[in-house]
């Protein structure tokens, strides 16, 4: 049990060019999803907190406007990466509430900007 | 305000070594704290939570409020235990990561 999904795995897009990320909770439904940015070789940065049926909560230095958060149902999050440019290629990773204390995560997905 | 460090980036063992990976925290609170392992080409999986008080594939945590860390222990370390350790505080809802140790176990 306790599976969650990211889709793509990877993209590559465009500078200029927006991205779609999923988010899925395949066997639990999830009030809360957490969207992650890791750069290589560095640990995971809390990018944002979304909670099913309203806005987002974003962290310190997140530009909210660049980085949509939308979270339309118990079992998808999505992230957007609107205007894409190469120093946004990263590799973004999500999580799931199950309970309290009990978060799971995605696979990741690599995003690089050309 | 929250604080995870995790002062080894990289730590090698031999394979039937003690292993000891080092968590220092700080929190205004009461604090709850994890470990988070990811082996290679896979996802992030929680190891084990403070609260749990468990021994998972025979690692254990203690919760030193005196100290202030949550050390990751385990007597006789193995070729599959190579992987990346994160050092998480939290609650409920939300979690914060130290920067890893990356451990490599020596055959």
């Known amino acids: 049990g306790a599976v969650v999904s990211q889709h793509p795995s990877r993209v590559i897009c465009k500078s200029g060019t927006s991205v779609k990320i999923e988010c899925r909770s395949l066997?639990?439904?999830?009030?809360?999803m957490f969207w992650y940015r890791q750069f290589p070789k560095q640990s995971l940065m809390l990018m944002a907190t979304?909670?099913?049926?309203?806005?987002?909560?974003?962290e310190q230095g997140v530009e909210k406007d660049k980085f949509l958060i939308n979270h339309a149902s118990l079992t998808l999050s999505t992230l957007t990466v609107t205007s894409a440019h190469p120093e946004d290629s990263s590799f973004y990773i999500c999580s799931a509430n199950r309970g309290p204390y009990e978060q799971y995560f995605g696979p990741g997905t690599r995003l690089t900007v050309t | 305000a929250q604080r995870v460090t995790q002062p080894e980036k990289l730590l090698s063992v031999f394979k039937g070594a003690p292993v000891e990976l080092k968590c220092n925290y700080s929190?205004?609170?009461?604090?709850?704290l994890f470990w988070y392992v990811q082996y290679s080409r896979q996802r992030l999986q929680l190891l084990l939570r403070?609260?749990s008080r468990e021994s998972i594939k025979g690692f254990t945590a203690d919760l030193n409020k005196g100290e202030t860390s949550f050390h990751l222990k385990k007597p006789f370390a193995q070729e599959e235990d190579s992987a990346m350790y994160y050092c998480?505080?939290?609650?409920?809802?939300?979690?914060?990561f130290g920067t890893g140790t990356r451990l490599t176990v020596i055959p």
């Open positions: 998480a505080l939290g609650g409920a809802n939300n979690l914060f």
């Open positions: 403070h609260i």
């Open positions: 066997d639990f439904q999830a009030t809360t």
């Open positions: 929190y205004s609170g009461s604090p709850e």
């Open positions: 979304s909670n099913e049926g309203s806005k987002a909560t974003y």
